[in-house]
Nanobody
Framework: QVQLAESGGGSVQSGGSLRLSCVRS????????LGWFRQAPGKEREGVAR???????DYADSVKGRATISHDNAKNTLYLQLDSLKPEDTGTYYC??????????????????WGEGTQVTVSS
């Protein structure tokens, strides 16, 4: 069973930075498609960034130039570096994984496995 556990959230002032981490376990495949999503109160969940095992990445327009997604294969850990944070970045951030048997990797695709989330709060 795939398990994902996020950490690294917190409260920062506008313009600050955070690095979120997500440790992945129970994953027996070398191929992966991993993503970060976020949900603000009263809003729908949105995709933030995704990365596949080939190194391809994609970002939501709202974070392009301010976010970097990366993965440490040795640690089975996914990261999301967020810089120049804005109050509108506030929300619960989740990491997610696609079924490893599926080859496609897109933020709009179905992600089968989810972590519990970590809270990010940006004050102005």
């Amino acid at each position: 069973q795939v398990q994902l556990a996020e950490s690294g959230g917190g409260s920062v002032q506008s313009g600050g930075s955070l690095r979120l981490s997500c440790v992945r376990s129970g994953y027996a495949f070398s191929h992966y498609c991993l993503g970060w999503f976020r949900q603000a109160p009263g809003k729908e969940r949105e995709g933030v960034a995704r990365l596949d095992s080939g190194g391809s990445t994609d970002y939501a327009d709202s974070v392009k130039g301010r976010a970097t997604i990366s993965h440490d294969n040795a640690k089975n850990t996914l990261y999301l570096q967020l810089d120049s944070l804005k109050p509108e970045d506030t929300g619960t951030y989740y990491c997610a994984a696609r079924d490893p048997r599926l080859s496609s990797c897109d933020l709009g695709a179905f992600f089968a496995y989810w972590g519990e989330g970590t809270q990010v709060t940006v004050s102005s």
